[in-house]
């Protein structure tokens, strides 16, 4: 039986994908306990990027998005059997980048900022987990490293910072719940940017090749050079692009963007701004014509994009095609079938 009352016609709110008013409606309106108002609650939680509960969450709910949703989310325990976003960033990039065009139809300049941001997060990880393997899992880590990494060398040129991810990465798996979520909170979003260094060594790329856009290795160790050359110079400017997304001016609003006032949120015309310089900063040709952006083997700007392009960004990176995902439309979906039913 279709709900009644306040809640009689909740269509134009799933249409335009505002699925905390419709569990704000369906609490409100003595539908608190239904299959509705349970999943527009999960649909809410997944639009708000609240991964903490994904895994709990999903386990409810036999549905396809429901599996995706587990592969997009961290793992709570760190010897989870399922890994998630530690085996493969890609789900939880798919999210993101159905999430960025979600909030833009919603007319939300706050929220494109944060998801611009956390998109910036873990790119450069997303860029070394084809030759990893995975998406710098603490379980496989110790695998594919070696040498100076996670040392006090003071031949290696990361920085104290850098060091200490390095190490905590090796044995984050290997201790109670408490410290494996210490890690995840406080030093894996820094792994991307240890890699980073590892991947852009001078005995892969000259100086001058290449825009300059950090530390770089002189001497690497031996897992850095795992690979032919033009493997590893791949590596080097999929690395290099994330790093120039990173300190682009898009990600540089989100640094400026109030928390908790009344003034100050970037406007449209603010973020359009931003992409732009960002994406011409993205597309510049660099010296020995490596740039992943202009070789266009993974997809071009979509007209259909929030911000035109941030798929081809995230493709370039990977090496491989990503697109934003339908977890969120399909949870929509559910909603709607649900509210039929009752």
């Given at each position: ?49 609240d991964a903490e509960d994904f895994g709990a969450v999903a386990a409810q709910h036999d549905r396809p998005w429901a599996r995706r949703l587990v592969d ?199 973020i359009s701004t931003a992409w732009v310089d960002t994406w011409t900063r993205l597309t510049q040709p660099w010296a020995d014509g490596s740039n992943p ?50």
């Open positions: 039986m279709t709900p009644s009352g306040p809640v009689a016609d909740l269509g134009p709110l799933l249409d335009h994908h505002w699925y905390d008013a419709v569990a704000s409606l369906l609490g409100s309106g003595g539908h608190a306990a239904s299959p509705a108002a349970g999943l527009a609650r999960v649909a809410r939680r997944v639009l708000d990027l997009a989310a961290f793992p709570l325990e760190p010897r989870d059997e399922r890994r998630g976003a530690l085996s493969s960033l890609v789900p939880l990039y798919e999210l993101m980048l159905e999430v960025l065009d979600l909030r833009a139809a919603r007319g939300e300049p706050l929220q494109i900022v944060v998801t611009a941001h956390l998109i910036g997060e873990f790119l450069s990880q997303l860029a070394w987990e084809p030759r990893l393997g995975h998406a710098g899992d603490p379980l496989r880590m110790a695998e594919d490293v070696g040498g100076r990494w996670g040392t006090d060398d003071r031949e290696c040129p990361h920085t104290s910072a850098q060091r200490t991810t390095a190490r905590r990465s090796l044995r984050a798996a290997d201790g109670d719940r408490a410290g494996y979520t210490a890690y995840l909170d406080r030093f894996h979003s820094r792994l991307g940017d240890t890699l980073a260094v590892c991947a852009m060594n001078h005995r892969t790329v000259a100086a001058g090749e290449r825009p300059d856009v950090g530390e770089t290795c002189p001497d690497p160790c031996d897992f850095a050079l795992v690979g032919d050359l033009p493997v590893r110079r791949d590596l080097d400017a999929r690395v290099r692009l994330a790093r120039i997304y990173v300190s682009s001016p898009l990600v540089a609003l989100r640094h400026h963007a109030p928390v908790g006032h009344f003034f100050g949120v970037p406007s449209t015309t603010e952006l202009l070789l266009g083997r993974h997809g071009r700007p979509g007209p259909d994009e929030a911000l035109p392009g941030m798929s081809a960004l995230v493709s370039a990176v990977a090496g491989r095609p990503i697109g934003p995902g339908t977890v969120i439309r399909e949870l929509g979906a559910d909603v709607r079938a649900a509210l039929d039913e009752e």
